[in-house]
């Protein structure tokens, strides 16, 4: 489904709204905590989850061109699972200290919305010479 609105609406276009929807998900628990919007932050986190990872790979390849794909979806993989295992450890701490979830939800809130910030500032333009696409 993901691709398919990547398809449509931009590849870039599409992360933003997937990150934006992907980020209500996580808050719905902070405003309540019933079963239906339970339900609701489960099915928007579990759908965008594995869709995001083909949105975010086929808009590197946008970025990086094909010639360096590979290696920058290396280098994110790496990244992401680094700073996964940190955050991981860290709200691991958090959760085991804290009397609620709630500051969990919120700082996942966040960095989501950070990661629309991010996707939001990201210039590509086409070098000159080559169908390939620069990062500016």
């Given at each position: 489904m993901?691709?398919?609105?990547?398809?449509?609406?931009?590849?870039?276009?599409?992360?933003?709204?997937?990150?934006?929807?992907?980020?209500?998900?996580?808050?719905?628990?902070l405003y309540s905590s019933d079963v239906v919007t339970l339900f609701a932050s489960s099915f928007l986190v579990g759908m965008f989850t594995p869709g995001i990872v083909t949105l975010v790979s086929t808009y590197t390849l946008d970025c990086a061109g094909a010639k360096h794909h590979r290696k920058a979806w290396g280098m994110m993989t790496f990244s992401f699972a680094a700073s996964q295992a940190a955050a991981g450890y860290l709200m691991a701490f958090v959760a085991a200290s804290g009397e609620s979830y709630r500051p969990l939800f919120l700082v996942s809130a966040s960095a989501l919305l950070c990661s629309v910030m991010c996707i939001a500032f990201i210039r590509v333009k086409s070098a000159v010479k080559t169908s390939q696409h620069v990062v500016t």
């Open positions: 993901t691709g398919n609105l990547g398809d449509i609406f931009g590849f870039k276009r599409s992360l933003i709204a997937c990150f934006l929807l992907k980020a209500l998900g996580v808050a719905l628990p």
